[in-house]
């Protein structure tokens, strides 16, 4: 069960908004946001009430795997879940409110970058969707608001994983790029590696993703960052679960499962595959009953 905390650094204490309020006088950052909001809308809302609506659009593949009854459904955890875009706003708001008018364009970019992972996202999305068997909407009333709104049909690439993986590794570059003493921000380091690592596995917890779509986001943000794929993608994988395994069983499966995917795709792109090619072949091939690799 996921216990809040009081807050404890900076990040956890700013609000989403200050990043919105700061915009508007600085426009790079604005042109950034508008372009991310307006990618959400078309990338990830219109393209699965798309499919709602004209069912015949794209073919769409269920990728649930035998791993995923290992994981306990628990409903704590959709609060954690939910705060995925607030999360990215308050580290971007809090580098520009820390660090001033030197980390400006830095953050200008961040949000452009956010951009570009909801669009490398729907290059996949607008050719095959996927989805999952996920609960009911009993829990709680989150659920009601998450399944009003979500039609599920984007799981690979998951976008949790990308967006909170991403915000987790430019946050702590940022802040060594950035800050005199980085140790002085060590409680932001920390946290902010930690809590964007929870979101990633409250995905699983309140299933609304499979295992096979956690190594797909941390694929997506590799093939984009290289600074990510130098160092960051081993200590995701590695992290998942390993502080606590939060009641699941053959955790060390899990942890393969997910490495050894990861493993494929790099591969697969660095033979000369598109981004998006590597996962629509999987996609292609789960949906025929291609062999599996874990």
């Known amino acids: 069960m996921k216990k809040r905390l009081a807050p404890k650094n900076g990040i956890q204490k700013i609000s989403p908004v200050f990043l919105w309020i700061s915009a508007l006088f600085r426009p790079a950052i604005l042109i950034g946001l508008g372009k991310t909001l307006g990618s959400i809308f078309a990338k990830f809302f219109f393209l699965q009430f798309q499919t709602v609506l004209f069912p015949k659009t794209r073919p769409v593949v269920n990728v649930d795997h035998k791993l995923d009854d290992n994981i306990p459904f628990d409903p704590s955890w959709v609060a954690l879940y939910n705060t995925f875009t607030a999360f990215w706003m308050k580290s971007a708001g809090w580098l520009l409110k820390t660090f001033g008018k030197g980390a400006v364009n830095d953050i200008a970019e961040f949000t452009e970058d956010m951009f570009n992972l909801y669009n490398a996202a729907g290059d996949v999305y607008k050719v095959c969707q996927s989805t ?9 009333l989150n659920f009601i608001v998450i399944h009003t709104f979500d039609p599920h049909l984007h799981c690979v690439p998951s ?7 991403y915000t987790g590794f430019k946050t702590c570059e940022l802040i060594r790029k950035h ?14 590696y930690k809590n964007s690592l929870e979101i990633i596995e409250s995905v699983l917890l309140v299933k609304q993703h499979s295992v096979n779509c956690i190594p797909a986001g941390y694929y997506m943000v590799s093939a984009m960052y290289k600074e ?3 160092g960051w993608a081993d200590k995701y994988i590695n992290g998942m679960f390993a502080d606590d395994a939060k009641g699941i069983t053959d955790i060390s499966d899990i942890q393969s499962h997910i490495r050894s ?8 792109f660095d033979s000369g595959a598109s981004r998006e090619a590597v996962l629509l072949d999987f996609l292609n091939n789960y949906k025929s009953g291609g062999v599996e690799i874990g």
């Open 132 to 140: 999952t068997n996920r609960p009911g909407v009993s829990a709680n």
């Open 159 to 165: 976008l949790h994983v990308m967006v909170c993986a």
């Open 179 to 192: 800050a005199d003493n980085p140790e002085d921000y060590k409680a932001e380091i920390d946290w902010v």
């Open 228 to 230: 990510f794929r130098n």
């Open 261 to 268: 995917y990861y493993d494929k795709f790099i591969e697969e």
